[in-house]
């Protein structure tokens, strides 16, 4: 399989915050987030693999700030590593002002999707080729969430991990 570079992935997502999707303090609610953020990451996914990608976990969400009734929100989804049936799908969530244009970044998250075949069977996925500064600072740090997982679920002595002991040494 020829290795992809991540924008090849890159998939923007824009949409207005509206009254039925807030909380009491009319902030976006929370899942709401997360289910607009889980279809980009769902796009980016398939992209990168031309396959069904499925939502395996959610590594990492970070919500620095609240967004707004009324708000456009950007969510802008990139595959950041590959591995064998798996993507780790790195996701920047910005609020654009309506006014000026200008955006701010307001959330992060990781997500880990599997891609399948029509069975439900996970397939191979191509290898990614990061081209970035970024890209590659999330690309290297890709591996060691991926073993810091594994040595968390047991499925991978903390001696193994290289990349997670070359930190600490």
Do not use: C
């Not at 891609?115 to 069977?121: C, E, K, L, N, W």
């Not at 500064?133 to 594994?150: F, G, V």
């Amino acid at each position: 399989m020829t290795p992809k570079h991540p924008s090849e992935s890159l998939t923007i997502l824009t949409d207005l915050v509206l009254p039925s999707e807030t909380n009491p303090l009319n902030n976006l609610f929370g899942g709401e987030l997360l289910a607009r953020m889980d279809r980009a990451a769902s796009i980016a996914a398939g992209r990168h693999s031309r396959r069904i990608g499925v939502t395996a976990s959610v590594n990492h969400v970070a919500f620095n700030k609240s967004i707004p009734l009324g708000s456009v929100v950007i969510i802008e989804a990139k595959v950041s590593r590959a591995f064998k049936s798996s993507m780790e799908i790195y996701l920047d969530v910005w609020v654009e002002d309506r006014q000026s244009g200008n955006r701010t970044k307001a959330n992060e998250a990781i997500y880990t999707f599997v891609a399948v075949d029509d069975t439900g069977r996970p397939v191979e996925v191509p290898l990614l080729e990061p081209e970035t500064e970024l890209e590659k600072l999330r690309y290297d740090a890709a591996l060691r969430r991926k073993q810091l997982s594994l040595v968390l679920a047991g499925k991978m002595n903390p001696h193994d991990a290289t990349e997670l002991k070359a930190l600490f040494t």
